[in-house]
């Protein structure tokens, strides 16, 4: 089965802005054993990819990450509180209030 990921159209447009900077190549997606909830979503900038990464446009996630965040929703919130990119991962069975962190 193929691993993918889905991108709003509002996640995209702030991909593609932020990554205009050379320093800023491409937009990281990874997840890490922590938080609350037992994983936590991490973002971050890269300006090269590595060997066990997918590459989709200028998002790159490592493979580990994908398998854990494959078929998920990548959206990017304006909100009064300040802006973010938000997950919508349908493997999540848990996550706290900040979003971040989650369980499958």
């Known amino acids: 089965m193929e691993k993918k990921l889905n991108f709003?159209?509002?996640?995209?447009?702030?991909?593609?802005?932020?990554?205009?900077?050379k320093d800023k190549k491409f937009f990281r997606i990874t997840v890490q054993g922590g938080g609350c909830s037992g994983f936590k979503y991490n973002f971050g900038f890269d300006t090269k990819t590595n060997d066990d990464d997918v590459v989709f446009g200028k998002v790159i996630i490592d493979r580990s990450s994908l398998d854990i965040i494959s078929g998920s929703v990548v959206d990017f919130k304006k909100e009064m509180i300040g802006e973010s990119f938000v997950i919508d991962n349908p493997k999540a069975t848990a996550s706290c209030g900040c979003g971040l962190s989650f369980s499958v």
Request: charged fraction near 20%.
């Open 8 to 21: 709003t159209d509002q996640a995209l447009n702030q991909i593609n802005i932020i990554t205009k900077d």
